[in-house]
């Protein structure tokens, strides 16, 4: 059975920063592409950061650009997202997510992940 589990989330203050763990068990991720989404209340879910299989090639979304870092170890099947300068605006719930398919680019829509965690809330205090 696959699965994602998600941990670090918390509160903090703006500016602050925590950092997003992602272990995936059930089959070895380390030849597909995964993600971290985020929803916040009242909103759809979006992109927030992608990693290519291999961890060579990252993509952001332009509102996290320069502040989080996605990375990921693929011995032990985890992925990480650092947080930084946290703005009141970055408070949601944040999801990991796998593609099924190896080898396949990172996708910026939620449909392109096969994969999905329960989720672990971040909050920031203004």
């Known amino acids: 059975q696959v699965q994602l589990v998600e941990s670090g989330g918390g509160l903090v203050q703006a500016g602050g920063s925590l950092r997003l763990s992602c272990a995936a068990s059930?089959?070895?991720?380390?030849?597909?592409?995964m993600g971290w989404f985020r929803q916040a209340a009242e909103k759809e879910r979006e992109f927030v950061a992608g990693?290519?299989?291999?961890?060579?090639?990252?993509y952001y979304a332009d509102s996290v650009k320069g502040r989080f870092t996605i990375s990921r170890d693929n011995a032990k099947n985890t992925v990480f997202l650092q947080m930084n300068s946290l703005k009141p605006e970055d408070a949601a719930v944040y999801y990991c997510?796998?593609?099924?398919?190896?080898?396949?680019?990172?996708?910026?829509?939620?449909?392109?992940?096969?994969?999905w965690g329960q989720g672990t809330q971040v909050t920031v205090s203004s």
């Open positions: 997510a796998a593609r099924r398919q190896a080898f396949l680019r990172v996708g910026s829509r939620p449909g392109e992940y096969d994969y």
């Open positions: 059930g089959r070895t991720f380390s030849s597909v592409a």
């Open positions: 990693i290519s299989w291999s961890g060579g090639s990252t």
